[in-house]
T-cell receptor
Framework: DAGITQSPRHKVTETGTPVTLRCHQT?????MYWYRQDPGHGLRLIHY???????DKGEVSDGYSVSRSKTEDFLLTLESATSSQTSVYFC?????????????FGQGTRLTVV | AQRVTQPEKLLSVFKGAPVELKCNYS??????LFWYVQYSRQRLQLLLR??SRESIKGFTADLNKGETSFHLKKPFAQEEDSAMYYC??????????FGTGTRLQVFP
């Protein structure tokens, strides 16, 4: 398995509080992604990064921000959590090899906003 | 716009029956297509990709550009195939776009 870990694995937080999820990789892969997984919606891209300090929005970026100050870490922040952000969040990495977009996934973070 | 469509949310079959999980895509360029699988309580993992033209765990998938499809097939389903399957499209900006997933249930 690719060296990719997410923390925390589970979190319960209250509406209106800030939350930060961390994704850490040991593979030196260029690309990192945050997805959310919801029943009926599959996996939806929130934000992604194509290098240190280089990030871009995905299809469901509202209410989320990201930062990547080091190659190995990609942080996802919910500035003010809402119940609609209750979900399972997956981080993924890819090597940026133009021959393939294959991605490797973390174990997921289950976030509950009450 | 790029899109991946998996029309079936749930597919239930008995052990030994053939399986076909459907995937259609919309993309104007030359697509790169994948199937990912997520077993219960595990992370998503790559099952196969069209450029490899390989068979993994008895599954195959053929890219049909005319029908813009990349259906996943297995001639004889096994109970351990029960999982969530996602079709994904890689575009030339290095993003992966996923379908909504199909849950495969294989009954004994």
């Amino acid at each position: 398995d690719a060296g990719i870990t997410q923390s925390p694995r589970h979190k319960v937080t209250e509406t209106g509080t800030p939350v930060t999820l961390r994704c850490h990789q040991t593979e030196n892969h260029r690309y990192m992604y945050w997805y959310r997984q919801d029943p009926g919606h599959g996996l939806r891209l929130i934000h992604y990064s194509y290098g240190v300090k280089d990030t871009d929005k995905g299809e469901v970026s509202d209410g989320y921000s990201v930062s990547r100050s080091k190659t190995e870490d990609f942080l996802l922040t919910l500035e003010s959590a809402t119940s609609s952000q209750t979900s399972v969040y997956f981080c993924a990495i890819s090597g940026g090899d133009r021959a393939s977009t294959e991605a490797f996934f973390g174990q997921g973070t289950r976030l509950t906003v009450v | 716009a790029q899109r991946v469509t998996q029309p079936e949310k749930l597919l239930s079959v008995f052990k030994g029956a053939p399986v076909e999980l459907k995937c259609n895509y919309s993309y104007s360029g030359s697509p790169e297509l994948f199937w990912y699988v997520q077993y219960s309580r595990q992370r998503l993992q790559l099952l196969l990709r069209h450029i490899s033209r390989e068979s993994i765990k008895g599954f195959t998938a053929d890219l049909n550009k005319g029908e813009t499809s990349f259906h996943l097939k297995k001639p004889f389903a096994q109970e351990e195939d029960s999982a969530m399957y996602y079709c994904a499209l890689g575009d030339n900006t290095d993003k992966l776009i996923f379908g909504t997933g199909t849950r495969l249930q294989v009954f004994p």
